[in-house]
């Protein structure tokens, strides 16, 4: 493969940044579980089906009030739902993004 790549040259105040921005985003994801591989596999197993099902009955429940006792039907259990939602892009940029530096990597020889 006669490919030329081109040079990484991060300059001090690159790393810097870079090193900050990973910061803040340790401090935000902090409140995260870190699961066992077992918990991992457990999870993955139950979260797709539950997760689906679970929205259904909130649905459900939001069209026929009364029918499902308030505790299990409360607005507040919709937040989980959404962070869901709102870390999904996330994470998908986070994916992105090291898999260009795995690729950037890769072409420099590391």
Known sequence: MSQKFPSLAFA?????????????LEQKFAPLLALSPEERQVLAEMVGKSQ??????????????????????????C??????????SRVLRLRQLL????????????
Do not use: C, T, W
């Open 52 to 77: 689906e099902l679970y929205q259904q009955a909130l649905a459900v429940a939001a069209m026929n009030p009364g029918l499902i006792p308030e505790p299990l039907a409360s607005p507040e259990d």
């Open 12 to 24: 001090d105040a690159d790393i810097k940044a870079i090193d900050d921005a990973l910061a803040v």
């Open 79 to 88: 937040h989980d739902f959404d962070d869901i939602d709102k870390l999904r």
């Open 99 to 110: 898999e260009k530096i795995d690729d950037g990597q890769m072409a420099l020889g590391v």
